[in-house]
């Protein structure tokens, strides 16, 4: 267990070289592995218990207050099924580009955000085209939204054409008004399973950055305690 802490602990940060790129993928594709595997054990077990937990409901008559006690265990073992899900998502599937409406896709992504909706922000209506997968794009920009809404009571999405430090491309900027970040804990944020949330699987933004990394791009952070944080994903064009 130590060398996989060990081997996920250079996630952190900001990634600068070829070669610590190098490495950052390999780790998440360790994780994937790792994640299918572990995925793939409990799955079936999990099934059984929630299935004899269903087969005690049915013999607890409606007033038995045991019913509570094992409705706990079918809805921990539903948790532990959402979290399994997430972890799957590491798993490696091939990406898929196309020419995709980057502004739509956001504009989507907002409306789906349930009650948070009405806290943020996009007020950018171009279309603008990128080259991506649409779906991976799609769950990128919902982990930064969802941390910004969690974070703060204010959420700025905004696009950002690029092309003055030689890369063409465009940033995707979610910005919040919320706590911010701690300087020390900067280096940790993109660690799988790091949290500091009750509900929080850690998983959101190391996907966030193997989706920034399969589309040549990168994720980057600016975060002032008190002030608030902003993530910044850059995709190159035409790639
Ligand atoms: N916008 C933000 N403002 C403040 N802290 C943030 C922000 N985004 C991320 N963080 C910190 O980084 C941690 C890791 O984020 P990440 O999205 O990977 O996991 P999570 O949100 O805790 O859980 P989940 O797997 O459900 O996304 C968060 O728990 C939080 O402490
Ligand atoms: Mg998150």
Redesign the pocket.
Same mark, same amino acid.
């Given at each position: 267990m130590n060398t996989v802490v060990a081997a996920f602990h250079t996630l952190g940060g900001e990634i600068r070289s070829l070669k610590e790129q190098l490495i950052v993928k390999e780790r998440l594709a360790a994780l994937g592995e790792v994640s299918a595997g572990i995925a793939h054990e409990f799955r079936n077990s999990m099934s059984v218990i929630v299935g004899y937990a269903r087969l005690l409901l049915k013999d607890l008559d409606e007033t038995d207050q045991r019913r509570e006690v094992v409705q706990g265990i079918v809805g921990e073992v539903e948790e532990m099924n959402r979290v399994m899900e997430?972890l799957l998502k590491f798993s490696d599937r091939p990406i898929d580009k196309m020419d995709i409406d980057i502004t739509k896709t956001i504009r989507d992504v907002v409306k789906g955000m349930g009650d948070a909706t009405q806290k943020i922000d996009f007020s950018f209506s171009r279309p603008v085209t990128v080259r991506g997968d649409e779906v991976l794009l799609r769950q990128a920009i919902k982990?930064l939204l969802?941390?910004?809404v969690?974070?703060?009571e204010r959420v700025w999405i905004n696009i950002e054409k690029e092309s003055l430090t030689g890369r063409d491309g465009l940033f995707v900027i979610v910005k919040?008004n !919320?706590? +911010? #970040?701690p300087k020390e804990?900067l280096n940790k944020?993109f660690m799988p399973f790091?949290?500091?949330?009750k509900r !929080?699987? +850690? #998983?959101?933004?190391?996907l966030v950055q193997k989706i920034a990394m399969g589309h040549n791009g990168n994720i980057s952070v600016k975060?002032r305690e008190g002030r608030g944080?902003t993530?910044r994903l850059f995709l190159p064009a035409g790639e």
């Open positions: 997430e982990n969802q941390n910004a969690d974070a703060g919040d !919320g706590r +911010g #970040i804990d944020i790091y949290t500091t949330k !929080g699987t +850690g #998983i959101g933004l190391p975060s944080s993530f």
